[in-house]
């Protein structure tokens, strides 16, 4: 677990769109922080930079202790999730959720630990010995969300991860991430068009818009002084 600063970040694609313009935020350690803003604001670029999967073009991004400007997104210990789940389609839900950890080194019993942990936090245990494509919707995002878990990373950077999911489906699955940040307390960088989602999940919400930070509140704060 680990805080997270931005500090003048800026980013200039080639072609010359400023889509983060002096950006200054510090998410709190264990910290819940939604971005939200209209469609080009600057959000996806914004956790792109956090993510190390897009160069800043000005400015410096930290990580707990460590300056991140120049590191690998591998070198970052952080997990993503995105809105495609991006599971791979032969290996079975276990094998999926077991993968990073044999990567990584870890012992066969501790990632059978880890995975089961994981299956029960997130409801997949009947379906372990399942691949992808016998899954619903649901139930794939749960699996790419406990593959972010199992690696136990400083941090949780997701974008839109529930943007593909049917309206029944994001109300449970919103509940779901309620339950899941409460117990483990990782600092989480959410990005979201979805004012509801903002709201409901986030401790705080960053309010972007055209690249610059327009509000940074508590829901709450937010919802009374729009
Ligand atoms: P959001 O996630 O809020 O929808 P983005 O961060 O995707 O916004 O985009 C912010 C701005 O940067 C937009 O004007 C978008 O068109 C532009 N942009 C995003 N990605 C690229 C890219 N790879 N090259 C050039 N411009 C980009
Ligand atoms: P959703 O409407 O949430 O996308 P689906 O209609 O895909 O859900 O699936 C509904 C239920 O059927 C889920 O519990 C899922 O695990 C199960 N299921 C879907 N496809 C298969 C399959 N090929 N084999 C076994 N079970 C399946």
Redesign the pocket.
Known sequence: MAKIVLEQVDKVYAGGVKAVDGLDLEIRDGEFMVLVGPSGCGKSTALRMIAGLEEISDGKISIGERVVNDLAPKDRDIAMVFQNYALYPHMTVEQNLAFGLKLRGVSKEDRAAKVREAAKMLGLEQ?LSRKP???????RQRVAMGRAIVREPQAFLMDEPLSNLDAK?RVSMRASLSQLHERLKVTTVYVTHDQVEAMTLGDRVCVLREGKLQQVDTPQRLFDNP
């Open positions: 379906y494509a016998a899954l619903s919707g649901g139930q489906l």
